[in-house]
């Protein structure tokens, strides 16, 4: 079973930073943040490929980026600045074998437990 360990988030008054770190217990091709709020969906922020390649959601788009930390995808960092009050959430760590898109996240077979990110106006 892979286990994902997430750390960082914390609390952060709007146009602050903060930086997310998931680390894996073995490779997975697919890693990706994810937030959830109460009473809504889970939905995708920031997806890191095997390769480089990252997406994001449009209301992250400029403003956070996913990186690779270490060889084969072990670390992510999602670095998060000029943050707002709506992005405030329970932020997820999920990972996929294979190729998943981020806008399912029901696809994603292995989950983090979960760190709160709160902005502050």
């Known amino acids: 079973q892979v286990q994902l360990q997430e750390s960082g988030g914390g609390s952060v008054q709007a146009g602050g930073s903060l930086r997310l770190s998931c680390t894996a217990s073995e490779y997975q091709y697919t890693m990706a943040w994810f937030r959830q709020v109460p009473g809504k969906e889970r939905e995708g922020v920031a997806v890191?490929?095997?390769?480089?390649?990252?997406?994001y959601a449009d209301s992250v788009k400029g403003r956070f980026t996913l990186s690779s930390a270490a060889e084969r995808n072990l670390v992510v960092i999602l670095e998060m600045h000029s943050l707002k009050p709506e992005d405030t959430a329970m932020y997820y760590c999920?990972?996929?074998?294979?190729?998943?898109?981020?806008?399912?996240?029901?696809?994603?077979?292995?989950w983090g437990q979960g760190t709160q990110v709160t902005v502050s106006s």
């Open positions: 999920a990972a996929a074998p294979g190729w998943e898109d981020f806008s399912r996240a029901r696809s994603f077979r292995y």
């Open positions: 890191f490929y095997t390769g480089g390649r990252t997406y």
